[in-house]
């Protein structure tokens, strides 16, 4: 999308990552948590050379991050993905431009497997996820609940072409 940009986290764009992150908390179907935590909390979870943040005009619209899935060694190479857009320019290729950022950098990292848990009625991520090469491989019922309401996630996972092929 002509003028926007990607840019590697910095704390000055916490204010705005949180923002959207609340409201991606407020429509329920994003995550299981209920809170946004701290940042120090937040930085545990996301470390800085896996957290990207992307500009359009001069405003934070979206933001993606990649966790590893575990600290076994094994698995150094498989990473969970995380891609929030701001409800305001939803719709307008931020997210796409974010996952195509971040699949880049795993496999410059050497990530073989990128993965991916979304909530079943989360329609607008599954077709992000879908066009960026991510395959359904399983359906987890009634795996958490929010808000006392049980809940399904469909799991999706991206095999790089390129790297552990």
Avoid: C
């Avoid at 060694?73 to 974010?98: C, I, N």
């Avoid at 990530?111 to 989360?122: D, G, Q, R």
């Avoid at 996820?129 to 991206?158: C, M, P, S, Y």
């Amino acid at each position: 999308m002509t003028g926007s940009k990607i840019l590697a986290f910095e704390p000055a764009h916490w204010e705005a990552v949180r923002e959207i992150y609340r409201l991606g908390l407020l429509t329920r179907n994003a995550t299981f948590e209920t809170e946004v935590p701290d940042f120090e909390a937040w930085s545990k979870k996301f470390p800085a050379r896996w957290f990207w943040v992307i500009e359009q005009e001069g405003q934070v619209g979206g933001w993606a991050g990649l966790q590893p899935v575990s600290v076994r060694k094994v698995y150094k190479g498989v990473m969970e993905v995380t891609v929030y857009v701001h409800p305001d320019r939803g719709g307008k290729g931020l997210g796409t431009l974010l996952m195509q950022h971040l699949v880049a950098e795993s496999e410059n990292s050497g990530v073989w497997t990128l993965y991916a848990s979304i909530f079943e009625e989360n329609e607008a991520s599954i077709r992000l996820h879908t066009a960026a090469g991510f395959r359904k491989i399983g359906f987890r019922e009634k795996i958490a609940q929010l808000d006392g309401k049980w809940r399904n996630t469909v799991l999706f996972e991206r095999r790089s072409k390129i790297i552990g092929v």
